[in-house]
Every structure is written in C-alpha cells, then in structure tokens.
C-alpha cells in the first residue's frame, strides 16, 4: 500500500480564499483521522470519523473549518474563508480498530500551508 | 483533560550513546501510548504502541516502558545513531482506549558523529 496520501503538498494563497485538503487513507482503515501542527500549539486533533462517520469535531477551530468523508477512500478539509493564522501543517492520518495492539495511526506527509 | 509533558525539550548527544526520553501524562486510565517519530518537513512514524497491560514494548534498539501509575513512559534508545536524529513524540489517549491521541511537544534529538 501506498499509505496514506495527501495533497496539495504544499499551498500559498490568499487571506479569504477557499482552500481544499484532501486525504486518502490506507485502504481498510476505518478510521480518520486530520490534525494541524504549528510551532505554538503543537498537534492538534481537528476532527475523526469511524466508517466515513464524523464522530468528534471538537477540534475544530471555528466554523470556517468544515470537513467531509464522502466515502472510505477520501476526505477533505476545507477552510472557507482563510486567515493567516491557519498557517499550518495539516495531516491526515488513519487507522484500523481491532485488536488491541492494532491501534497506530499512520499520517500522511501533510500539507504545508501559507495564507498570505 | 490529559496533559502531556516530554523532558528534554532538545537533546544533543554522541553517538553510540545510549539515552533515555521521558514522557508524562495526567490521566493514567489509559489503554495504551504510542511513541512516534517525527523528521523535519516529514510526518510521523509510529516507532511502538505500548499496551497498559505490557508495560515494555520493544523494536530493535528501541524499547518503550509504560508506568500508568506513575503517569510516566520512557523512550529508551541504545547505541544512538546519527540517523535517530529526528523529533521524538509521546501520545496517550486522551482517556481509555480512546481514538484521540494527545500529543506532547516533542524532544527534539540531534545525535553527532
């Protein structure tokens, strides 16, 4: 597998521009998992789903963050309309419940993002 | 709400030197802890899931303990190698068997040859 994959891997836009992350999971993960990293804050738990389910989105900054799991291939982090300080990098990440000691979660490379 | 606290913040070290990185936690109700691994403009490698019932957990020079008593896991490295230069992260659940990991700041590691 090629584990899991983002893009963009990088973006620069424009305070108040729409922008789009996209996630695609290892396949026969159920989970999903999307996190931001800055150097203040650290990483931070955005939002996860079980099985395409948001099932906790209290990470999410505010309500310009929005998030989607259409189905078990893809996802999408979408930022409308888009401030400095979201000037991060954001992953995904997934993994696979089951047994116990089946637990690790395995991210993506991120998406570097800059709003200018 | 689970704190989690990594000591040292920065460590530089020769190689060949075996060294310890700590991790502490508030809410020891946890199921398990992963230790992850973190290179510049990369994203994380888990390195070992280390269950609340195993207490040590080891893969090749690396070997995690795991005391949820004390609130304390340890990242043990032996015979460090300029490649384990990265940034090393503790991440509990945030209680129980959660999905939701808390991640620590990190210790940033830098091993010189």
């Known amino acids: 597998d090629a584990g899991v994959i983002q893009s963009p891997r990088h973006e620069v836009t424009e305070m108040g521009q729409e922008v789009t992350l996209r996630c695609k999971p290892i396949s026969g993960h159920d989970y999903l998992f999307w996190y931001r990293q800055t150097m203040m804050r650290g990483l931070e738990l955005l939002i996860y789903f079980n099985n395409n389910v948001p099932i906790d989105d209290s990470g999410m900054p505010e309500d310009r963050f929005s998030a989607k799991m259409p189905n078990a291939s893809f996802s999408t982090l979408k930022i409308q309309p888009s401030e400095p300080r979201d000037s991060a990098v954001y992953f995904c990440a997934s993994s696979i419940s089951g047994q116990a000691g089946e637990e690790t979660q395995y991210f993506g490379p991120g998406t570097r993002l800059l709003v200018l | ?113």
């Not at chain 2, 060294?19 to 290179?39: E, K, M, P």
């Not at chain 2, 207490?55 to 005391?67: F, I, K, M």
């Open chain 2, 1 to 113: 709400k689970q704190e989690v606290t990594q000591i040292p913040a920065a460590l530089s070290v020769p190689e060949g030197e075996n060294l310890v990185l700590n991790c502490s936690f508030t809410d020891s109700a946890i199921y398990n802890l992963q230790w992850f691994r973190q290179d510049p403009g990369k994203g994380l490698t888990s390195l070992l899931l280390i269950q609340s019932s195993q207490r040590e957990q080891t893969s090749g020079r690396l070997n995690a303990s795991l005391d949820k008593s004390s609130g304390r896991s340890t990242l043990y490295i032996a015979a460090s190698q300029p490649g384990d230069s990265a940034t090393y992260l503790c991440a509990p659940p945030i209680g129980g068997g959660s999905e939701k990991l808390v991640f620590g700041k990190g210790t940033k590691l830098t091993v010189n040859p």
